[in-house]
């Protein structure tokens, strides 16, 4: 018995400390959120947890006038005692408006600090299932955990203070009546604890299956994927697989539930019998004369509130020591190390300084994906003068995007350096390095904006410019398209909003070259496959803007057509993540190899 009171007590201490171990911080966020709503809640919360105290007294007091017949008396306290309900009752509306003001605060304040958390992390971080994991947590608690942790924290005090009040009048009649207050109510706690540390490992193990329920959800309800669904019948098979998944979570969930709501239920048991047990008590001391009916309601209020308080002090604690689990996601999140990991192969690093040579040279660069043993690519030595255009070949998964992310320092190499006028990438500003790229990806996106913003993104800074815009937009053909629709530049594009206009693939296409054009002052220009939704007429106008645009500068360009390709100074070819060619277009025609190959292989489809 003895061993299993130690496991007890040793178990309710841990929980107990693992119930404070992010209260600090928890409650420093609502302190950063607004400290003047900070300070009244807890000023009120000081008034509120004396005023039940002040009202068991009245009560007390009224008994005893009436039982006296002091008429005059009587309806003085009456009085006092509506002064006091109506005292109590401003101060728990206040008490409750700036609790909900603060948690709307907090709740948005907080929603942005993981935003701004989110807008911190690499690449990398976005292509790991686990950080979204920590993501999905993170923001799937974040508009009420902080929020449900400050004010169970502030009710905690409130309960104490009145506890203590309720039991300074209590021991006066039985320090086992206040023993018993306090013992009958920690079992039905401790399953609270139990069941919330359950329920918290169920959620969390579950989260890649939830956000696999919320893809389902979303590839049946986006317009983006509803043409597929219509067209292969894939409706059916999606909504049983999200019936599925739901109905496991339902099954999971009501088991936890029923539990404990079972357990609760037979604990809080004991709290009733402990009550009862000294009502009983109380009353036969009436009966017999040793209490006046006075202190009779005094103390069966004073036990009764008395048990509440404490029970609600328990119940505050449990809430917090569920929060305090989950609030463990939010700043698991946080802490997510956002500085670039240290290079950890063996294989032979760069230390050499390239002066003041203009342009961009990797030097022995290798990478791998974060948990895949494969190389992306490897041992890439290339410089690429300034102002020379440059185009990279290969078949798909050859590693031709894998060099424009690493370019681009959205991934830092497994091996060797990269360097950028003689300096390397790494020691660039962030932002600097930014202005001097501009960059259309093969997987642009479609923002749901209107279009002037859908091109002015391109250049955040130059929003605001109108004819900046309109230079943008003439360069990647979007004149055309805005000539057709009905708010011209003020056009919002796609369907998720009012009045939205939906486009093209070539449209859109068109939208996402332009933005790269709003960067005139890059100089480092790259395209990755930027033409691959245009006819011939409309790719072929785009590139004489391309080439006119990239007089000066460096220009690197993945495409598959070889027609595009040939316009290149200088075509690199690259194959399992190595470059196996590089020279210009007559030079590789000449040598009979793979550009050779390729080029062939692609001449006979216009045969």
């Not at 004396?50 to 009560?59: R, T």
């Not at 332009?514 to 496959?529: G, K, W």
């Amino acid at each position: 018995m003895r061993f299993s009171l130690n496991n007890w007590f040793s178990s309710f201490r841990s929980s107990f400390r693992d119930t404070l171990l992010y209260t600090k911080r928890s409650l420093g966020l609502a302190w950063k959120s607004s400290p003047r709503m900070s300070v009244l809640i807890v000023f009120l919360t000081l008034i509120s947890a004396v005023m039940p105290l002040g009202v068991a007294y009245v009560g007390k007091v009224i008994i005893d006038s009436v039982l006296s017949g002091s008429v005059e008396s009587t309806i003085n306290w009456v009085l006092v005692e509506a002064g006091v309900i109506a005292l109590q009752a401003l101060v728990q509306r206040a008490l409750f408006l700036y609790r909900t003001l603060l948690g709307a605060r907090l709740a948005l304040d907080v929603n942005v600090l993981i935003l701004e958390k989110a807008l911190t992390l690499e690449l990398r971080h976005f292509e790991d299932s686990e950080v979204y994991d920590k993501l999905t947590q993170a923001r799937r608690e974040a508009s009420s955990r902080p929020v449900s942790m400050a004010g169970n924290t502030m009710q905690l005090a409130q309960n104490i203070l009145t506890l203590l009040g309720y039991i300074t009048l209590l021991v006066s009649f039985s320090g086992w009546a206040v023993l018993g207050l306090l013992l009958a109510a920690f079992p039905a706690t401790i399953a609270e604890m139990r069941y919330s540390r359950k329920g918290f490992r169920l959620r969390n193990w579950r989260s890649p299956d939830a956000r696999r329920l919320n893809y389902v959800e979303y590839v049946l309800a986006n317009d983006a994927h509803v043409k597929e669904v219509k067209v292969l019948n894939l409706g059916p098979m999606l909504l049983q697989r999200y019936k599925d998944l739901g109905e496991a979570f339902y099954a999971e969930d009501k088991e936890l539930s029923v539990k404990r709501s079972l357990w609760s239920y037979v604990l809080s048991l004991l709290a009733t019998v402990a009550f009862y047990a000294t009502y009983l008590v109380m009353a036969i001391a009436t009966a017999a004369g040793q209490l006046t009916l006075g202190n009779l309601t005094l103390y069966v209020a004073a036990f009764r509130q008395g048990q509440q308080s404490f029970q609600s002090c328990l119940t505050a604690i449990g809430s917090m020591y569920e929060d305090n689990l989950y609030m463990s996601n939010l700043f698991s999140f946080l802490e997510i190390p956002t500085t670039r990991a240290e290079q950890s192969d063996t294989a032979p690093v760069s230390h050499k300084s390239f002066g003041q040579e203009k342009g961009i040279r990797f030097d022995h660069v290798g990478f791998r994906y974060p948990g895949n043993d494969e190389w992306a690519v490897r041992n890439i030595s290339l410089f690429i003068p300034e102002g020379q255009s440059m185009a990279l070949v290969g078949h798909n998964g050859a590693g031709k995007t894998t060099f424009i992310k690493l370019l681009c320092r959205l991934y830092e190499p497994t091996e060797g350096r990269i360097f950028l006028d003689g300096k390397n990438l790494n020691d660039w500003d962030e932002l600097v390095l930014q202005q001097r790229i501009s960059v259309v990806f093969q997987d642009y996106n479609k923002y749901q904006f209107k279009v002037r913003e859908n091109v002015g993104i391109g250049s955040v800074e130059h929003m605001g410019d109108e004819e900046r815009i309109w230079r943008a937009a003439e360069l990647g053909g979007v004149e055309e398209v805005v000539a057709d629709l009905p708010d011209g530049l003020d056009t919002q594009l796609g369907k998720w909003f009012k009045d939205g206009t939906e486009l093209s693939g070539g449209q859109w296409q068109k939208i996402a070259l332009s933005r790269a054009f709003m960067r005139e002052d890059a100089d480092i220009l790259i395209f990755d496959e930027p033409t691959a939704a245009l006819d011939a007429e409309a790719e072929q106008l785009v590139f004489e803007r391309f080439r006119t645009l990239a007089k000066g500068k460096t220009a690197i360009l993945i495409s598959h057509r070889f027609p595009t390709v040939r316009m290149a100074e200088r075509i690199v070819v690259v194959e399992g993540g190595r470059i196996v060619e590089e020279g210009s277009h007559d030079d590789l025609l000449r040598k009979g190899g793979r550009y050779a190959e390729l080029f062939s292989l692609q001449a006979k489809g216009y045969l």
